[in-house]
């Protein structure tokens, strides 16, 4: 089994950063793709940001140019630097990665308890 654990939401106002941070943990062979989705009240999960293991980023479009994700290979930890935050991009935000147990098993995709960030106006 693989553990996330994500860090760094809290109450910012709008103008402001905030960084989220995930670790993975558990029985790890490799992770492939990490990843950041939101979930606002009353409105589906959407993607926020992904990278995989190469390092190739995409964005949703409302983000692109304010958010920046990047991981650290060695550490299992994925980040989220979130810059110029609107009161839109309040939402719980979970982290997710596709990882694999075993050398001969295939990847699945293991998700966070999320964390709240909260934009005010």
């Known amino acids: 089994q693989v553990q996330l654990v994500e860090s760094g939401g809290g109450l910012v106002q709008a103008g402001g950063s905030l960084r989220l941070s995930c670790a993975a943990s558990?029985?790890?062979?490799?992770?492939?793709?990490m990843g950041w989705y939101r979930q606002a009240p009353g409105k589906q999960r959407e993607l926020v940001a992904g990278i995989t293991g190469g390092g190739s980023t995409n964005y949703a479009d409302s983000v692109k140019g304010r958010f920046t994700i990047s991981r650290d290979n060695a550490k299992n930890t994925v980040y989220l630097q979130m810059n110029s935050l609107k009161p839109e991009d309040t939402a719980v935000y979970y982290c997710?990665?596709?990882?694999?147990?075993?050398?001969?098993?295939?990847?699945?995709?293991?998700w966070g308890q999320g964390t709240q960030v909260t934009v005010s106006s």
């Open positions: 558990g029985s790890i062979f490799s992770i492939n793709s």
């Open positions: 997710t990665c596709n990882a694999r147990t075993r050398s001969w098993t295939a990847g699945r995709d293991y």
